[in-house]
């Protein structure tokens, strides 16, 4: 069993940084590929960011050159540092972890954390 904890969302002006932090639990989750998804109100679930076991990541898109993920293996957590920050990125923010990863993808494994909600406000 993996558990999940996420941290670090909040309300940030336009333009502003923030970093997420994703606390991960259970046997094996030093060696689990890892992401980050965002819920938009309103909005389905989307891929933002994801990492592998030796730390090769991707990014959609739409935050590529905004946003670095990263991960600390002794601590079992991932992170995601979000700059410039723009009012569509507002969501809850949510890890995943053990999915399915490649060069310009992840699938989703059926473990995720409770989300945190980033705020940005123009």
């Known amino acids: 069993q993996v558990q999940l904890v996420e941290s670090g969302g909040g309300l940030v002006q336009s333009g502003g940084s923030l970093t997420l932090s994703c606390v991960a639990s259970?046997?094996?989750?030093?060696?689990?590929?890892m992401g980050w998804y965002r819920q938009p109100p309103g909005k389905q679930r989307e891929w933002v960011a994801a990492?592998?076991?030796?730390?090769?990541?991707n990014y959609a898109d739409s935050v590529k050159g905004r946003f670095t993920i990263s991960r600390d293996n002794g601590k079992n957590t991932v992170y995601l540092q979000m700059n410039s920050l723009k009012p569509e990125d507002t969501a809850v923010y949510y890890c995943?972890?053990?999915?399915?990863?490649?060069?310009?993808?992840?699938?989703?494994?059926?473990?995720w954390g409770q989300g945190t909600q980033v705020t940005v406000s123009s």
């Open positions: 990492i592998d076991s030796i730390g090769t990541s």
């Open positions: 259970g046997s094996g989750v030093r060696i689990y590929n």
């Open positions: 995943n972890a053990g999915g399915s990863y490649g060069m310009n993808w992840y699938n989703p494994s059926h473990y």
